[in-house]
């Protein structure tokens, strides 16, 4: 699977852009502009998720400074008590800027960064769960060690994408959606079954953002050298072990 290339200016993934979308044919131009809009839109329907992420970790940050200035204004403070606000408050911090530069990073993805595919759809499964919780989808994992490399940002584009695009397709239904994993020769596949189910339907009156199409799926993954294929309620993406 080549990626759309030619000469060298700026990347986004593996796309290589050019100097001037003069150098390029036509048919090159509108690959990368297809590629281009489904990378944007998939970001709009995450965004959400993606700024409930970055902010989870505030709110405790919060509630543990209000309980320390309490206990300050006390006629003689609890020194000990004092302390263990301060380290929970410094932990906290830690840990919500190492989510802001980890999110961050979804948009501006490390040249060459991978990671392990289990930890990609753990990832993945965390970013999306509560979204899909409200449309009546129930996401899950059937989870087993797979700690095969695979490029972090080609994982954080096709996986959220393919599970967005086969969610789509459905009209306010209740449905299960199970992530599994296997190993290949070289590779290591991602399947992705959906069933409709009899539920209430969706809490949520519309999208955040419009629908994915399929062949954006497809485009993103020709970018990001990712196989993509489809079937009836189900999708693989085969994604090239890195050393």
Partial sequence: M?????????????????????ALPSSSRSSLMLVEAARYALLRRLAFAMRHQMVVHLQPIGMVAELLVRRLQAPAPDLAQVQDSMS???????????????????????????????????????LLRSHFSFRGITLASEGQAMPQP???????????????????????????????????????????RLTPTAGQGSVLSELAYRPLQWHEVEAIGRAEDVGVTRGEGTATLTFPVLD
Wanted: one cysteine or more; proline letters at 5%.
């Fill in 2 to 22: 080549a990626s759309c290339g030619a000469t060298r200016e700026g990347q986004t993934g593996n796309i290589v852009w050019p100097m001037s979308d003069a």
């Fill in 88 to 126: 929970k408050i410094n932990s906290l911090s830690k840990a919500a800027a190492q989510d802001c530069r980890d999110v961050i990073t979804w948009f501006a993805p490390e040249p060459g960064a991978t990671l392990p595919l289990d930890a990609a759809i753990r990832e993945c499964i965390a």
């Fill in 150 to 192: 695979v490029a972090k940002a080609a994982a954080r584009m096709l996986l959220p994408a393919c599970l967005l695009a086969l969610t789509d397709t459905l009209d306010q239904q209740t449905a299960d959606l199970t992530v599994s994993a296997r190993a290949g020769e070289g590779a290591v596949m991602v399947d992705i």
